[in-house]
């Protein structure tokens, strides 16, 4: 039985969903940049004249694509600042969350953003967690930051 959830409501569904059907599988092109990212690496997939990112397991066009990696910056599309977490506990430090579109590119990512005035157009880079500590997922980055605040570093 499904309930809707009214406004600021969590929506509950009852039940159990068969998981297993709906498995993706990164195809090679995928564990490429699975790799990439243990390396601290961002990359999309290069089908003829586009650049897609993230990188997919095929190009659209049915042609073959070449996975390339994505250097900055990237563009805040848009972003939300989140105070509360996903059980309505009041964050200590609210939390910037941007949409964030590399500029030569089609797609774009979702992830945290560390910056004092966030704002859409703002160029910024990723940060990486260190080597070690990287398993080949978009967890692999702490956050993105101003591409301005890079240079001081």
Not at 34 to 43: D, P
Not at 80 to 93: F, K, S
Not at 126 to 149: C, M, W
């Amino acid at each position: 039985m499904n309930r809707r959830g009214g406004r600021g409501e969590l929506l509950h569904v009852e039940g159990s969903m068969e998981a297993d059907k709906y498995v993706y599988p990164p195809g090679v092109l995928g564990s490429e940049a699975a790799k990439a990212l243990a390396e601290g690496k961002l990359t999309g997939i290069r089908c003829g004249e586009k650049l897609i990112v993230p990188p997919r397991p095929y190009c659209p066009d049915h042609s073959k694509g070449e996975l390339v990696e994505v250097r900055g910056p990237w563009i805040v599309e848009s972003f939300t600042i989140v105070y509360e977490d996903m059980y309505g506990n009041m964050l200590e430090t609210p939390q910037v969350i941007a949409v964030l579109r590399h500029e030569d590119a089609e797609g774009s990512i979702v992830h945290f953003l560390k910056a004092e005035k966030p704002r859409v157009g703002m160029r910024t880079r990723p940060v990486f967690k260190s080597p070690e500590e990287r398993n080949g997922t978009l967890g692999d980055i702490l956050y993105f930051e101003p591409a301005e605040q890079a240079s001081k570093k």
